[in-house]
């Protein structure tokens, strides 16, 4: 089955403890990103990456930092996580949004840092 | 800066009550405006990429139109299955990102 692949999908922390959320795709996608979702502001975008080796920061990237070794894996990792990157994350990949193909989004990690 | 808004916030609507969702957006040459659905702790799934003014877009009940300023998703006799919540995205040529509305909440009761 096509799909986007996050773990964990719940995961409670404290602050500073530094942590890494894996996403994985197996629909051999050029582009993915990841992308926070919290009440009243909707999706905003981490990071992307177009192809290995290649990432670029989104609208929100501070605390956050991104790797893109293979094409399948894109972890994000936070450092330092404070209790204001308590929020929704969604990992998502497309095969080439220049055509406009949607993004394929995983089902989420609800990260809380307490 | 692109921006979306996404009107109304929440709407509930009797089984088979059709109506519209509005997407008002600001971009700086449109690539291409998406509509998704959301399910209560699941990711967006993508439903239609919609690319210039009066292109239109079907799948089952749902229709999404498009002009130069807004789109609409309009929904005929919505059935208690198509609860979710609706957002809309655009991206700007040249641009690798989608910047997203809000989102509006549809409740269909039966």
């Known amino acids: 089955e096509a799909q986007v692949t996050q773990n964990p999908r719940y995961l409670i922390t404290v602050t500073g403890k530094k942590l890494t959320v894996t996403c994985s795709q197996n629909?051999?996608?050029?582009?993915m990103s990841w992308y926070r979702q919290d009440p009243g502001l909707g999706l905003r975008q981490i990071y992307y990456s177009m192809n290995v080796e290649v990432t670029d920061k989104g609208d929100v990237p501070e605390g956050y930092k991104v790797s893109r070794k293979e094409k399948r894996n894109f972890p994000l990792i936070l450092e330092s996580p404070s209790p204001n990157q308590t929020s929704l994350y969604f990992c998502?990949?497309?095969?080439?949004?220049?055509?406009?193909?949607?993004?394929?989004f995983g089902s989420g990690t609800r990260l809380t840092v307490v | 800066e692109d921006q979306v808004t996404q009107s109304p916030e929440a709407l509930r609507l009797q089984e088979g009550e059709s109506s519209s969702l509005n997407c008002s957006y600001t971009?700086?040459?449109?690539?291409?405006l998406f509509w998704y659905r959301q399910d209560p702790g699941k990711g967006p799934e993508f439903l239609f990429t919609?690319?210039?003014a009066g292109e239109e877009k079907e799948k089952e009940r749902l229709k999404a139109t498009l002009t130069k300023k807004e789109s609409f998703l309009h929904i005929t006799a919505p059935k208690p299955e198509d609860s979710a919540t609706y957002l809309c995205?655009?991206?700007?040529?040249?641009?690798?990102?989608?910047?997203f509305g809000t989102g509006t909440r549809l409740t269909i009761i039966p």
């Open positions: 971009v700086s040459g449109l690539r291409g």
């Open positions: 629909m051999n996608h050029e582009y």
């Open positions: 998502a990949s497309s095969l080439d949004l220049t055509r406009g193909n949607g993004y394929t």
């Open positions: 995205a655009v991206q700007a040529f040249g641009n690798e990102k989608l910047t």
């Open positions: 919609l690319y210039s």
